[in-house]
Each structure stands twice: as C-alpha cells, then as structure tokens.
C-alpha cells in the first residue's frame, strides 16, 4: 500500500465531504497554509438543484475567502419579503429597493443556486485537490492524547493519506461522526417533510420578492433566482419517509388552491425537478473535535432549515476553523478554540430553528394558527424579522494569507 504524505509544505488536512462546508474550509485552509485533500463519496463533486438563502453572516464568510463578490454576481439580492396565509393575506411585509431592505432588516438577504455557490467553491480550488467517488473505509490515529498525526484509509484507493488533522464536512449522516463520535445520538426526526425545486419562470408565475406562507401544518415559500428562475420549497407535517407514487401532484392538489403565484410555480415546475427530504436536527455534541479530527457544518449540528442559517453556520464554521488554526500552530490548542467558538452559537441556533418550526410551520390547531397569524400580523414588521436578521450580523474572523504572511506560496 502506498503512503502518501503531505505534511512537507504546511500542515496537512483531508477533508471528508465535498459540500459547501467541506469546500469553503477546504478554501480557507488553504489560504492559511495548510495543504488539503477533499474527499467526495459521490461520482461527481455538485450539489443539488435548489435555493438557498445565505444572510451578511453567510456572505462575509465568503468574503473572507475573497470569493463574496462572485457568490454575489451568481445570486440575487432581495428586494422584498414577507409572510402570508394560504389565502394570500400578507401578515407582514417589507418591501423598497434592497437597501431600504437591508437597513429595516439589518442584514442583505441574498438568493443563489446552490449548484452555482458550489461551482464558485470548486473552482477556487486546484484540481489535484478535489477526489471524487471515494469509500471512506477507516481512520487511524489521531486520538486524545495520542500522536497527533491522523492516517486515512480509503477503500478503493491503494493509499494511505496522512495528514495532521481530518477534518468530517460529511452532513447530517456523518461517517466521520459515526466514527470518532459512536456515542454520539442519532438525528431526530422533526415531524416535518419538505418538497424542493428550481422551477423556469414565466410571465404568468413571475416571483419578484421572496415569500413565505402558511397554512395549517404546511407552509410554502417561493424566492427568484437569477434569470427569472424560481426556487421553490413546501414543507407540511409527516410521518417519516412517507412518500407519494408523483410528488408533483401531490403539491398541485396539497397547494393548488393556495394563492398566486404558488399554483403557477407548481405548474411550471417539472416532476423530475422535485426534491423530496424529511427534516432532521441532530442532538447536541459534547465536542466538535476529537484529538485531530474535527466535525463541522451538519455533522456537527444540523439543524430544521426554518432560520435559513444551516448553510450560514456551516461557512462560519469553516472560517473559524481556518482563522483558529492560523493563530496555533499546535492544532489541539486551535481545535479547543474552535470548539469554544463554534460550539454554543450553532448549538443555540439549532435550538430556535426547531422553535421557529413548531410556532411556524408545525403549527395545525385552527385557534393556535389564528392567535398565531394575529401575533405576526401585529408585531411591527422590523421586530418579527429581527429574530432572524440578528444572526446575520456576526462578523467571522480574518483569515490571514499564508502567501501574504510568509511571502511564499501555497502548495496545492
Ligand atoms: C430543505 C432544506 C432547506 C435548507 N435551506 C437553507 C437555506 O436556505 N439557507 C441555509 O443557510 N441553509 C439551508 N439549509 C441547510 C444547509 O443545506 C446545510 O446546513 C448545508 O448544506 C450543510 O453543508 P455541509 O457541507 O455541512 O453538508 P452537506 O451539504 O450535506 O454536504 C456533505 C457532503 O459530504 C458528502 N459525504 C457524505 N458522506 C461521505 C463520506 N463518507 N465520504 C465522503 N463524502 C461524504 C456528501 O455527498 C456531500 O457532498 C437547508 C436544509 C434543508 C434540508
């Protein structure tokens, strides 16, 4: 078996998961030195055909790695937001130019696909550092207390990567998690489903502000892409991996009679398109590392997507990681710090974004969705949105560039 090591130039990193997490850490590594390997289970490194929405908190991240202007020219500002009933009702809405926008918010609001962010994240890295269809067969080393170097063991490659820390960016499943974490609770199922797509736009179903709606047990939002494109995604209460022979008709009869442009979307979407998920959180970690193996993004803390922030602490996750360890070079030091930093903010964001679930979508008793509906409806609309623009004013720390520091480049 060969042994391929990496640790001549800089430190070494294999990173398990080619995601948004695991190629903005990959990214950010890099830069601060660090020489890094990317592991993708599937074929192709890609994501998956829809939305997502990233707040400043989400952007600065990208900003930091100087990709924030290209995420920028990919997606698309909101210019408006709101929520109403099935009915069409608006229970509260903020709409101007963007800036008014972001100032009454306190945050930019910004829609992308995420097989463009994913593209913008792959093409800042090398090549030689991405490998695809890879089965995760073993780590070796690396524990607490024990030498610090980490081997990797990959089933259908005859190597044995070596690296000093290994980084799990490997989602809600974690294989990593499974690993190094065997005591660690399985996801929670949340009692909710959620349907997904990118549908094309047109003139009849034009979506020019990012909306949300609920009715009893469900909800729908729509939001517009770049290129009159719509990103689409309903939720409603079910039983787990229950699934419908047509997805599709299943909306158009759950959502057909909801107010426009819902009716319209679903019209223009096609079933192939439709992206079926069941809603999971996982329970709090007591650590996010463990000797050199750390966890970030979704196996770290996943969290229900009713904040819109999983995608957003994923990339401050990254960042902090880089930024910890650029300031340590002892990496179990920058991993207790990371841990520190990291760990309560995502574990508390986790816990409002089930909240935020049950108050909202979950919610099917008539009295409860009526007191409900009138408590939004009468809460000052730069209030009700601020439990969710708070998040977005973190700021992430600098990641120094190791080229910048050191005056020499870095490896590949
Ligand atoms: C319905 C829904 C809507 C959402 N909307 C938003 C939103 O609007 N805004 C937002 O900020 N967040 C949103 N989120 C959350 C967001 O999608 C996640 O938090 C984010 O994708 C996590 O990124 P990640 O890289 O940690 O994990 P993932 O995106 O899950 O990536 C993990 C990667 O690891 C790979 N992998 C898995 N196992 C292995 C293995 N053993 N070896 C190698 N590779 C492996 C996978 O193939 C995948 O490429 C939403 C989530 C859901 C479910």
New binding site residues.
């Given amino acids: 078996m060969a042994s391929q090591s990496s640790t001549t130039d800089g430190k070494a990193a294999v990173v398990?998961?080619?995601?948004?997490?695991?190629l903005t850490a990959a990214v950010a590594l890099r830069q601060v030195g660090w020489r890094v390997t990317v592991?993708?289970?599937?074929a192709r490194?890609g994501?998956i055909g829809?939305?997502?929405?990233?707040l400043s908190n989400?952007l600065r991240c990208l900003d930091a790695i100087g990709l924030g202007d290209a995420v920028r020219g990919s997606g698309l500002p909101m210019l408006a937001i709101g929520m109403r009933t099935a009915a069409g009702r608006w229970l509260s809405r903020i709409d101007g130019d963007g800036a008014d926008l972001e100032a009454r918010m306190g945050t930019t609001t910004l829609v992308i696909h995420?097989a463009e962010l994913h593209k913008i994240l792959r093409d800042a890295l090398p090549d030689a550092a991405l490998m695809a269809g890879?089965?995760?067969a073993g780590i070796y080393g690396g524990e607490d207390g024990g030498p610090s170097e980490v081997g990797f063991r990959v089933r259908n490659q005859d190597a044995l990567l070596r690296a000093d820390l290994v980084v799990g960016?490997?989602?809600?499943?974690?294989?990593?998690r499974a690993q190094r974490w065997p005591d660690a609770a399985a996801p929670v199922y949340s009692g909710s489903t959620?349907w997904?797509a990118v549908a094309p736009t047109t003139p009849s179903s034009a979506v020019t502000e990012m909306s949300l709606s609920w009715g009893p047990g469900t909800e729908f939002g729509v939001m517009p892409l770049v290129d009159g494109r719509t990103y689409w995604?309903a939720?409603a209460n079910a039983r787990e991996a229950q699934r419908n022979p047509d997805e599709l008709d299943e909306l158009r009869h759950r959502f057909g009679t909801w107010h426009e442009p819902i009716p319209a979307v679903l019209a223009h979407t096609q079933p192939e398109a439709v992206l079926r998920?069941d809603?999971y959180w996982l329970p709090k970690l007591d650590s996010y590392y463990r000797g050199s193996v750390v966890l970030?993004?979704?196996?770290a803390h996943?969290?229900t997507?009713n904040l819109?922030?999983?995608?957003?602490?994923?990339l401050e996750d990254a960042i902090g990681l880089a930024a910890a360890l650029s300031r340590a070079d002892d990496v179990t030091l920058a991993l207790a710090r990371y841990d520190h930093e990291r760990r309560a903010r995502t574990q508390a964001m986790s816990l409002a974004a089930t909240r935020q679930l049950r108050f909202g979508q979950q919610l099917h008793n008539p009295i409860a969705v009526a007191v409900r509906n009138t408590a939004v409806a009468l809460t000052p609309d730069r209030i009700a949105l601020l439990a969710i623009a708070r998040y977005g004013r973190r700021i992430p720390p600098a990641v120094p560039h190791a080229a910048r520091r050191s005056g020499r480049g870095v490896g590949p």
């Fill in positions: 398990v998961g080619g995601g948004i997490g695991g592991l993708e289970q599937a490194f994501e829809a939305g997502i929405t990233l989400g995420r890879v089965a995760t960016a490997d989602g809600m499943h974690s294989w990593v959620t997904r995604y939720a998920h809603i970030l993004g979704d196996a996943a969290m997507p819109g922030q999983g995608g957003g602490q994923t």
